[in-house]
């Protein structure tokens, strides 16, 4: 049974840090590009940051840019998502996503290009 499992989030004061993780099961991340998503209250999912199957490409959104950096670990099967600065815009549910095969590995941050989804983790930026 394929699954994706984060971990990692809690509470936070502003500029703050914190490192997600996304552990996978019931299948090997070494092919697969992965992506971290988050949603706040009452807003649409977006695309945070996205890695390629071997760790040689990423990208990430504006928003995070210069903050939060990705990276993977295959022989663990394990994405991070390293969170620095953190600000109170920053809290959200976050999540990990398989990115679709078919995409051949193209940078992407659109929810409706990845399949597999993780539960979710809580970040809290508060003082």
């Known amino acids: 049974q394929l699954q994706l499992v984060e971990s990692g989030g809690g509470l936070v004061q502003p500029g703050g840090s914190l490192r997600l993780s996304c552990a996978a099961s019931?299948?090997?991340?070494?092919?697969?590009?992965i992506g971290w998503f988050r949603q706040a209250p009452g807003k649409e999912r977006e695309g945070v940051s996205w890695?390629?199957?071997?760790?040689?490409?990423?990208d990430y959104a504006d928003s995070v840019k210069g903050r939060f950096t990705i990276s993977r670990d295959n022989a663990k099967n394990t994405v991070y998502l390293q969170m620095n600065s953190l600000k109170p815009e920053d809290t959200a549910v976050y999540y990990c996503?398989?990115?679709?095969?078919?995409?051949?590995?193209?940078?992407?941050?659109?929810?409706?290009?990845?399949?597999?989804w993780g539960q979710g983790t809580q970040v809290t930026v508060s003082s």
């Open positions: 996503a398989r990115a679709s095969r078919s995409l051949a590995g193209i940078a992407t941050l659109h929810t409706y290009d990845y399949d597999y």
């Open positions: 890695i390629s199957g071997s760790g040689g490409s990423t």
């Open positions: 019931g299948f090997t991340l070494y092919y697969d590009s």
